[in-house]
């Protein structure tokens, strides 16, 4: 596709539940971002992936979240055990390479914890 | 720790007016910096970003932005707004050496006026 494609756009979830969010970043684009959002802040960086692995998961708030990418293209984001602290926009981006700083975001999966 | 400040929650201008946002961070060494635009329905877009050299950096949609070391400052200007830059603006650095961990400001509400 043209750009970043996330899914789904709204999830809402209880108390207790298991989420998964999609990712599918720009074709090529080897480098594959998770950020989250929550109502009135700016994005907080969760994890990164060059390729298949995982090369900084320094974000991850806690062992609840947890993120793959088999193939070195689309990604999943999955929580555990969902807490109404969770309920955030999360937002995924992809770039060519990690250093040149412009990642190009999709337009988010918002998730509310009831 | 690093950090981004953005004074000012929500800014009203008329179109054809000037426009800065400001942008203040703190940082232990000199860190890339990076403004981004989210319209609504959209994903984050990089406007422009200033890694070293000249300080005064332009970015695209008629942006630009001045890092002031002294003032550890990055503010963004525009000579003149139109209807269509009314979104939500979110300055950012990141470390050298790693800089797809952007930290972000809480960003800036932008209304244009007819």
């Known amino acids: 596709?043209?750009?970043?494609?996330?899914?789904?756009?709204?999830?809402?979830?209880?108390?207790?539940?298991?989420?998964?969010?999609?990712?599918?970043?720009?074709?090529?684009?080897?480098?594959?971002y998770w950020y989250r959002q929550s109502l009135g802040q700016g994005p907080e960086f969760l994890i990164y992936f060059q390729g298949t692995g995982a090369a900084d998961d320094s974000g991850l708030?806690?062992?609840?979240?947890?993120?793959?990418?088999?193939?070195?293209?689309?990604?999943?984001?999955?929580?555990?055990r969902t807490e109404r602290g969770d309920s955030a926009v999360y937002l995924c981006a992809s770039s060519l390479t990690s250093d040149t700083g412009e990642l190009f975001f999709g337009e988010g999966s918002r998730l509310t914890v009831l | 720790a690093q950090?981004?400040?953005?004074?000012?929650?929500?800014?009203?201008?008329?179109?054809?007016?000037?426009?800065?946002?400001?942008?203040?961070?703190?940082y232990g060494a000199t860190p890339y910096l990076f403004w981004y635009v989210q319209s609504p329905g959209q994903g984050l877009q990089l406007l422009l970003k200033y890694f070293s050299?000249?300080?005064?950096?332009?970015?695209?949609?008629?942006?630009?932005?001045?890092?002031?070391?002294?003032?550890?400052?990055?503010?963004?200007?525009?000579?003149?707004?139109?209807?269509?830059?009314?979104?939500?603006?979110f300055c950012a650095v990141g470390p050298r050496g790693s800089n797809y961990k952007l930290t972000f400001g809480k960003g800036t509400l932008l209304t244009v006026n007819p």
């Not at chain 1, 789904?8 to 970043?25: A, F, H, I, Q, W």
């Not at chain 2, 800014?11 to 800065?20: D, P, R």
């Not at chain 2, 890092?67 to 550890?72: A, D, G, L, Y």
Request: aromatic share 8%.
């Open chain 2, 53 to 89: 050299g000249d300080t005064l950096v332009q970015g695209i949609k008629g942006f630009e932005a001045e890092f002031k070391r002294s003032q550890s400052s990055f503010n963004l200007r525009k000579p003149s707004v139109h209807w269509s830059d009314a979104a939500e603006y």
């Open chain 2, 3 to 26: 950090s981004v400040t953005q004074p000012d929650i929500h800014i009203t201008v008329s179109e054809g007016a000037s426009l800065e946002l400001r942008c203040n961070y703190s």
């Open chain 1, 1 to 32: 596709g043209a750009g970043v494609s996330q899914t789904p756009s709204n999830k809402v979830t209880e108390k207790g539940k298991y989420v998964e969010l999609r990712c599918d970043p720009i074709s090529g684009h080897t480098a594959l």
């Open chain 1, 61 to 80: 708030p806690n062992d609840r979240f947890f993120a793959v990418r088999p193939e070195g293209s689309v990604s999943t984001l999955k929580i555990q």
